[in-house]
């Protein structure tokens, strides 16, 4: 199902990609916080999947009526965040597409810089690499998590990544695609990773402002989701790069 009038492709620079699953409580003002910020791109589309909200969450974001350049899909069920970010993918219409969710623990102002990277043609993809406060990080395990699979992704793959759990990256949706991804939850983020620097991209960093929610306000990744991003590590290494390697001179820089 969808809503929405979809804009022109051909004016669309950035697509914005929001899966959504019972954030009833936050999703209205993270989606009006990205319609608000200059991201600095000169056109912008949001792409919003619900993925089987049970909190009346799928209903108030059919029944609004959004600007034109919002369209907001459903998946009849919960079907992961992963799955959800492949639905909008597969929608998006940007020259250049980023993940944004919808708990407000990311602040969408952070995407410009992001974004300059692309343009001037110095990398990729460019992830938002987060700060762990003490007033922002939720707890030390959670800190310690992150840490440990971004550490074991550096030891597979002979690289030096900070955050690869951030779901701010930035990249061409045409690169973005062609990384055939298939986790259906939290792992995808690790799995873009690894599909990324299995495809010779060259990935950038750029810090940005994080504050992570409390479990009752709703935090969803557990200790579990650590175990599978592991194991998606791993998978990934042993099986190999997905489709052709591609050099740099090849992935079409931003203007």
């Not at 004016?11 to 991201?39: H, K, Q």
């Not at 699979?149 to 061409?172: F, G, P």
């Not at 695609?177 to 991209?201: N, V």
């Not at 052709?244 to 203007?255: D, V």
Request: one cysteine or more; hydrophobic letters at 40%.
């Amino acid at each position: 199902m969808r809503a929405g009038v979809q804009p022109d492709k051909e004016r669309v620079e950035l697509s914005v990609l929001m899966p959504v699953y019972n954030e009833a409580a936050t999703f209205e003002a993270a989606l009006e916080g990205v319609l608000g910020t200059d991201l600095g791109a000169e056109s912008v589309e949001v792409v919003v999947v619900d993925d089987g909200s049970t909190d009346g969450t799928r209903e108030a974001l059919l029944d609004r009526d959004w600007p034109a350049n919002v369209r907001v899909l459903t998946h009849e069920r919960n079907r992961g965040k992963g799955a959800a970010l492949r639905t909008a993918l597969a929608e998006a219409r940007g020259r250049w597409a980023t993940i944004m969710d919808a708990d407000l623990e990311y602040d969408p102002a952070s995407i410009a810089g992001l974004v300059a990277p692309l343009r001037d043609g110095t990398a990729d993809a460019v992830y938002g690499i987060r700060g762990f406060q003490a007033h922002s990080s939720f707890s030390f395990w959670y800190v310690v998590g992150n840490k440990a699979v971004s550490l074991a992704t550096n030891l597979l793959y002979n690289s030096y990544l900070a955050d690869i759990m951030s779901c701010h990256k930035v990249l061409s949706t045409e690169l973005f695609r062609s990384l055939e991804l298939r986790e259906p939850g939290f792992a995808i983020e690790a799995e873009i990773t690894a599909r990324l620097l299995q495809s010779g991209a060259m990935i950038y960093e750029v810090p940005i402002v994080y504050a992570a929610r409390t479990r009752e306000e709703g935090k969803k990744l557990t200790g579990r989701d650590g175990l599978r991003v592991l194991g998606t590590l791993v998978r990934c290494r042993l099986g190999g790069g997905r489709g052709r390697r591609r050099p740099r001179h090849e992935i079409e820089p931003g203007p």
